[in-house]
């Protein structure tokens, strides 16, 4: 829109292409997935372009946990 200021906010993303290959059969290491579904991670953070201060940051892990008998995945995300 002509006139109107840009807004003054960054949003780099980052995420893992895990999740596309699917794989289940990875054994966490000391209570740490090293690969597979399980260690899929989406991370969002916002800043300040001005100051460089941190606004925002979400990380959701969309396979956290999967329920043993229906097979479902539980996510787990903290911002």
Excluded: K, M
């Excluded at 995420?15 to 969002?44: F, K």
């Amino acid at each position: 829109e002509p006139g109107r200021a840009p807004l003054n906010r960054a949003v780099p993303s980052d995420s893992t292409n895990e999740y596309i290959a699917g794989r289940e059969d990875v054994t966490p290491s000391d209570g740490i997935a090293p690969g597979g579904l399980r260690s899929a991670l989406v991370l969002i953070g916002a800043y300040d372009r001005r100051t460089g201060s941190p606004v925002l940051g979400v990380i959701n892990e969309p396979f956290h946990q999967r329920h043993p008998q229906t097979r479902r995945y539980r996510r787990a995300a903290a911002w």
